[in-house]
């Protein structure tokens, strides 16, 4: 079983940087992928950004150029860099991690873009 956390959400400027962590514990040896989720007020959740253990990625269009989704060596924790970020990139930011049998969703964490 895998536990994940996210931290790093905040308050920022149109324009402003967040870095948002997605940190696992338990079997993260399992660990196949991590993607990152967000939810808009009144809005579903869509899909952001994901990264594979061969290190490849992808992106929603709309996040392309801006956001880049990265992880340590260790591999236990997948990082979000968001840069450029607009009024619309307010939303809850979940991180998600997917094995052999099944995933994991972290609490969520808060980034407020204000214009």
């Known amino acids: 079983q895998v536990q994940v956390w996210e931290s790093g959400g905040g308050l920022v400027q149109a324009g402003g940087s967040l870095r948002l962590s997605c940190a696992a514990s338990?079997?993260?040896?399992?660990?196949?992928?991590t993607a990152w989720y967000r939810q808009p007020p009144g809005k579903q959740r869509e899909l952001v950004a994901a990264?594979?253990?061969?290190?490849?990625?992808s992106y929603v269009d709309s996040v392309k150029g801006r956001f880049t989704i990265s992880r340590d060596n260790a591999g236990n924790t997948v990082y979000l860099q968001m840069n450029s970020l607009k009024p619309e990139d307010t939303a809850v930011y979940y991180c998600?991690?997917?094995?052999?049998?099944?995933?994991?969703w972290g609490q969520g964490t808060q980034v407020t873009v204000s214009s």
């Open positions: 990264v594979s253990n061969d290190g490849s990625t």
């Open positions: 998600k991690t997917m094995n052999a049998y099944g995933s994991s």
């Open positions: 338990g079997s993260i040896f399992s660990i196949k992928a």
